[in-house]
């Protein structure tokens, strides 16, 4: 193929993707050292590190920030805790399994928000949730679940398990059955077989899944925002009332760029732990 | 004793397993269930069932006008997604050059970078521009998000295709546009309907880069149910709406995967 022609065949999705999608995280990256007078609308391109000063101290962004973080470590966890078993399952062949691995796929295609709204009927203090606890008798009055992090926390599960559910299935898939049965038959306790053989084989399976997960929690907007009411600031609804409601530009660039500075700071502590993990087993990547 | 343990650690690993799916299912098992709900505000359990929000919905005028403006919209951009995709998925697939690698990571940023942070910056470029909340800038952003999603599956499409299949038509005499229409193309043909699929599934669904962007003439569905959820009160006919939303994707997508067995190209 001449080279005229390849130019020709990528020009259309360069362009588009370098100028509608790249070149507003240059902007970004330059807004954040900029400044808007309070009251203006006016912004001042002189360098500042104005905004992420106050990002830095102002403890309710720091809150934020924080909370933003343990909740995605939170949801990670869960997904782990969940998603092992069900990937376990899907990649042994048992029964049923392929109607698993298709049916995991429902909250990837169903839109986040459709199911967001059915988890505000599931959660609402006249939900089914809290309807079902009440005519089991264990509860008396309601649990809130909307406007706290617990409710945020659900919501975040749900939306993101699939993506801690499919690539460990992918790994867990390609281990040879051989390796446990042998192990067995040499006279290994189930449990040293899980810790000695399965565990550490999965590790780049479940590593993967979790960078997935944390990184769609980290930056998750419709979940926290719906199901937090407001109530419960987190990265994704701070940048966006600064964005569209104040309208102050560089410091919502600021607060986009800090986000992902965490979230290249996560990746990098990922990879760390996966080449410690496979040194430390010995696994060949 | 061992086949004691035995029995007591499968049980705990079914329910897991039965948990993780009741997470999975609850939400949109209780769309639909709620959507036929026939009082005013959702309740557990329903007091009565009825049809009166899907016939509300048939009737309702501004419903219809945000279904229509997501469906063009998606329409457009899995057009678009789909030509411009699959153009450049055939430069990376065939011909080797240099930086192709470069060009791959640029053109599926959009897959790993997250789309909250580039929807702040499109708000305020999209002002600048004086296009936010118009068809046009709607269609550029739904399109940029969509096309990724076709270079990969296409990509991957072209790869497994065998070169000597084209070869062997040139050879027998077609000229290579012949040879791409009725060799290349019926060969890709499943993951031109995916691509097509996905990326109207993504942009139909998309709430994130719509909502920053949205205007008051061009009202997506999402961007509508999104603000109807903050506000804190949701219409039924909304919920008899996203019931059938996600009814129609569960419908199309069993029958793509009978079809085309869309879950091993993914």
Redesign the interface.
């Known amino acids: 193929?001449s080279?005229t022609?390849?130019i020709l065949?990528?020009a259309?999705?360069?362009l588009?993707?370098?100028v509608?999608?790249?070149l507003?995280?240059l902007?970004?990256v330059l807004?954040g050292f900029w400044s808007q007078p309070p009251g203006s609308w006016i912004v001042d391109p002189t360098f500042t590190l104005k905004n992420y000063a106050r990002i830095a101290t102002d403890a309710y962004y720091v809150t934020a920030f924080a909370r933003t973080i343990w909740l995605s470590l939170f949801t990670v966890a869960i997904c782990l805790?969940?998603?092992f078993?069900?990937a376990r399952?899907i990649a042994s062949r048992r029964p049923l399994h392929s109607f698993?691995?298709?049916?995991?796929?429902?909250?990837l295609?169903?839109?986040?928000?459709?199911?967001?709204?059915?988890?505000?009927?599931?959660l609402?203090l006249?939900?089914?949730v809290?309807?079902?606890l009440k005519s089991l008798g264990l509860i008396d009055s309601s649990i809130r679940f909307l406007g706290t992090e617990l409710g945020i926390l659900?919501g975040l599960?749900?939306a993101f398990?699939?993506l801690m559910?499919l690539p460990l299935a992918t790994v867990l898939a390609k281990l040879p059955k051989e390796l446990e049965q042998a192990a067995m038959s040499l006279g290994a306790p189930?449990l040293a077989v899980w810790r000695r053989v399965i565990l550490p084989l999965s590790v780049p399976g479940i590593l993967a899944g979790s960078v997935l997960v944390f990184?769609a929690a980290?930056?998750s907007?419709?979940t926290p925002?719906?199901l937090g009411?407001?109530k419960i600031p987190t990265f994704?609804t701070i940048?966006?009332q600064q964005?569209?409601l104040v309208l102050d530009?560089p410091f919502?660039?600021a607060?986009?760029v800090s986000?992902?500075v965490i979230?290249g700071v996560a990746l990098v502590i990922f990879a760390g732990i996966r080449r410690f993990a496979l040194r430390r087993h010995g696994v060949a990547t | 004793m061992r086949r004691a343990t035995n029995a007591v650690v499968m049980t705990v690993w079914a329910l897991v397993v039965a948990v993780a799916y009741v997470v999975i299912l609850a939400p949109i098992v209780v769309l639909i269930f709620s959507s036929f709900d026939g009082g005013e505000v959702f309740r557990f359990p329903p007091r009565s069932y009825s049809l009166r929000w899907y016939e509300a919905a048939i009737r309702s005028q501004e419903y219809r006008s945000s279904l229509g403006v997501s469906a063009l919209l998606a329409t457009v951009a899995a057009l678009v997604s789909v030509v411009v995709g699959t153009l450049a998925a055939y430069a990376l697939a065939r011909g080797r050059f240099r930086g192709s690698e470069v060009v791959a990571t640029i053109l599926l940023a959009p897959l790993a970078l997250p789309l909250i942070v580039w929807a702040i910056a499109l708000l305020q470029i999209y002002a600048w521009l004086g296009i936010s909340g118009s068809f046009p800038g709607l269609f550029i952003a739904h399109a940029t998000i969509t096309i990724p999603f076709s270079v990969r599956i296409m990509t991957a499409n072209f790869s497994q295709l065998d070169p000597n299949l084209v070869a062997a038509a040139v050879s027998l005499g077609a000229r290579p546009s012949v040879a791409f229409r009725r060799v290349t193309l019926p060969l890709v043909a499943s993951g031109l309907v995916l691509s097509a699929a996905i990326s109207f599934l993504v942009s139909f669904n998309d709430v994130i880069v719509s909502s920053f962007i949205a205007g008051a003439r061009w009202i997506t569905f999402p961007v509508r149910l999104y603000s109807e959820l903050r506000s804190e009160g949701v219409d039924p006919i909304t919920v008899a709406i996203g019931a059938a939303i996600v009814a129609v994707i569960l419908i199309l997508g069993l029958a793509g995967e009978r079809l085309f067995k869309w879950s091993r190209q993914l």
Do not use: D, K
């Not at chain 1, 295609?109 to 599931?122: I, S």
């Open positions: 193929m080279r022609s390849t065949l990528l259309p999705a360069m588009l993707i370098g509608a999608f790249l507003p995280f902007l970004l807004a805790l969940l998603g078993p069900v399952w698993l691995a298709i049916t995991m796929l429902l909250p295609v169903a839109g986040a928000l459709l199911q967001t709204l059915g988890l505000v009927n599931l609402s006249l939900g089914v809290n309807g079902a659900i599960v749900q398990l699939p559910v189930r990184c980290l930056t907007f419709v925002q719906v009411q407001g994704a940048a966006y964005a569209a530009w919502a660039s607060l986009a986000l992902l979230l």
